[in-house]
């Protein structure tokens, strides 16, 4: 999954990003509000973590200014607790609200609801055949068996798992897969599907010529 960042304290930036990312997701920065309305409104995100207090622009006037042409889903952390701050950014179109100091563990949770929501998936857990992926909990067990799999490998699972019964391109996953520096060659997709198919069985993912993957 890919996940937008928007927050100007260059130390939070750098620990949420780490966090995020070794979580298996991909990450894109922006340290202002400008630059996070450019990437949001020219990338494509699964969800995006948005600070309020923030240069140029400030959160209110991203959400403003991205909606409703970008629907993703939108977290926002702030140190300002009041009821009138939280109701204001809820009624731009903020979908969540966390306020600093905020636990990791609590921002991963939030996340991972925001992205099932978002792909209208209310459970946490999906069975496919033998296959159960538990997406609160981040693994996948086969006949009850847990099956390690690299976060790339996850990543691209839990992506094909939420749009079930849906041809989802090639495009679309480095999209949602890879975030805005990452350069690693095309066919590594084909190599992360491979494995899937050795790990969780062949018939599993099936592969539509020229148009992309999916789960039945």
Same mark, same amino acid.
């Given at each position: 999954m890919?996940?937008?960042?928007?927050?100007?304290?260059?130390?939070l930036q750098r620990t949420l990003a780490t966090s995020l990312r070794e979580e298996g997701y991909?990450? +894109? *920065?922006?340290?202002?509000? =400008?630059?996070?309305?450019?990437?949001?409104?020219?990338?494509?995100? +699964? *969800?995006?973590?948005?600070? =309020?207090?923030l240069p140029r622009l400030d959160g209110w006037g991203v959400l403003e200014t991205i909606r409703p042409a970008v629907p993703t889903p939108v977290l926002m952390l702030t140190a300002r607790d009041t009821v009138p701050d939280r109701i204001k950014?809820?009624?731009?179109?903020?979908?969540?609200?966390?306020?600093?100091?905020?636990d990791i563990d609590e921002l991963l949770a939030r996340l991972r609801a925001l992205i099932r929501r978002s792909a209208g998936r209310a459970s946490t857990t999906h069975e496919l055949g033998d296959v159960v992926i538990d997406t609160a909990a981040r693994t996948v067990t086969r006949a009850g068996e847990e099956?390690?799999?690299?976060?790339?490998?996850y990543s691209l699972f839990e992506y094909l798992a939420l749009h079930r019964g849906e041809v989802v391109s090639r495009a679309d996953l480095y999209d949602h897969l890879y975030d805005e520096d990452d350069d690693s060659l095309s066919n590594l997709l084909d190599v992360h599907v491979s494995n899937l198919r050795k790990k969780l069985g062949h018939d599993l993912i099936?592969?539509?010529?020229?148009?992309?993957?999916?789960i039945a």
């Open positions: 890919r996940l937008l960042l928007i927050e100007d304290d260059p130390d991909a990450v +894109d *920065t922006a340290s202002d509000g =400008v630059e996070g309305v450019r990437k949001a409104l020219t990338g494509t995100y +699964d *969800t995006m973590v948005l600070d =309020v207090m950014g809820l009624d731009l179109g903020a979908d969540d609200y966390l306020t600093k100091p905020f099956i390690a799999l690299t976060p790339r490998e099936t592969t539509r010529r020229g148009h992309g993957y999916s």
